[in-house]
């Protein structure tokens, strides 16, 4: 039969753990605080200096794109195979004005339409060709 004193010593080691939790979970929201004041202070002062620099705040948070699009606006992609050479690498269509932040997966999509509707073929791995 186990005594009264050893169970006595587990309800306050479990008393002791939830009072370090307790201690934790306080310190922790008080540091969740100062660095949430912190960033409302970052904030604040990168809206005065995007004032200062002539960009307004929602420029300034779209991160300096003009209408803050990320990557520009819908592509012509047939517009696009007609400016490139006749045989082509997609290196020279990330060359086409507009393309540059593109990511690859959207070049390559591009040129797999492009096969798929005829428009060009692979020559070899990585080279392809106007039809």
């Not at 004193?5 to 479990?14: L, N, P």
């Not at 008393?15 to 409302?40: F, P």
Request: proline share 2%; no cysteine; net charge positive.
């Amino acid at each position: 039969m186990p005594r009264k004193k050893a169970s006595g010593e587990t309800g306050s080691a479990f008393r002791q753990v939830q009072k370090q939790a307790r201690v934790l979970l306080a310190n922790l929201k008080r540091d969740i605080r100062a660095k949430q004041m912190e960033l409302s202070r970052l904030k604040d002062e990168e809206s005065r200096l995007s004032s200062l620099v002539g960009r307004s705040a929602k420029m300034a948070a779209a991160g300096g794109r003009a209408g803050g699009v990320s990557g520009g606006g819908r592509i012509n992609w047939r517009s696009v195979l007609t400016q490139l050479p006749r045989q082509f690498k997609a290196s020279d269509v990330r060359n086409v004005r507009g393309l540059k932040q593109k990511r690859p997966s959207e070049i390559f999509a591009a040129i797999t339409r492009w096969i798929d509707g005829g428009m060009a073929k692979r020559k070899t791995r990585g080279l392809y060709e106007k039809v």
